[in-house]
């Protein structure tokens, strides 16, 4: 015993130390324990304008804008529908410009002017937007709707501003609000109720023009 002490590893310790090195390799990565972050989430003061009002609050800084309006601030307006940026259903609009909230973290938005379906109008006093989907039925189930709203909107706007799309006839010439062309900016909102048609409508009322 006193030799193997002056001498280093013992045959029997070597082997012992290979196994278990051995074993540790044999696992597949799917069957290891977890491994946990090495810092706790980091919670950070988030100040922004939502439908007017300035809100601030201290948030993970992993939480998105989506999950900021509806389990932060309530506005349960913004749908989830994907949470993956595909379905257009938590779209809000964000210093003029339609967003999806679900791909986007609060953090982000800094000072910025959040406007939801809420911020848009209210029962008593529609925006012209909400006003013409009801007239025109553009909506069935209207979980959708609130993003289709504040995307039609923030559509006519662009269209305003001039900025092209794939669907402009002539890109040497500003844009109008044709059908085809409404759909195509609308393209990125999904609606499983198929209401497209109405909703198209709805639209080029606003617009002024026919769809
Ligand atoms: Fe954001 Fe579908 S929930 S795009
Ligand atoms: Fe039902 Fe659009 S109205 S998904």
């Known amino acids: 015993m ?3 002490l002056k001498f280093g590893p013992t045959r029997r310790t070597v082997i012992a130390a290979g196994a278990v090195s051995a074993a540790a390799t044999s696992i597949p990565a799917y069957a290891r324990p977890p491994q946990l972050p090495a810092k706790a989430p980091t919670v950070m003061p988030v100040s922004m304008e939502v439908n007017g009002k300035t809100q601030r ?7 998105t804008l989506l999950d900021t309006l509806r389990e932060h601030l309530k506005l349960t307006g ?3 529908g994907c949470d993956h940026g595909q379905c257009g259903a938590c779209t809000v609009i964000v210093n003029g410009k339609r967003i999806n909230s679900c791909l986007s973290l609060a953090v982000q938005h800094q000072g910025d002017k959040v406007t939801t379906i809420e911020g848009l109008g209210s029962p008593d006093n529609l925006h012209a937007m909400q006003a013409a989907f009801i007239k025109h039925d553009g909506y069935q189930c209207g979980y959708c709707t609130p993003g289709q709203i504040c995307s039609a909107v923030a559509v006519l706007d662009e269209i305003r501003a001039g900025i092209p799309s794939h669907a402009q006839e002539d890109i040497t010439k500003a844009p109008k609000p044709s059908n085809m062309e409404l759909r195509e900016r609308m393209s990125g909102n999904i ?3 198929g209401a497209y048609s109405n909703i198209a409508d ?3 009322e606003v617009a002024g023009g026919t769809a």
Not at 57 to 63: A, F, G, K, Y
Request: charged letters at 35%.
């Open 191 to 193: 609606c499983r109720c």
């Open 202 to 204: 709805a639209m080029a």
């Open 78 to 80: 913004t749908k989830k």
């Open 57 to 63: 609050m201290e948030l993970d800084s992993r939480t």
């Open 2 to 4: 006193a030799d193997n």
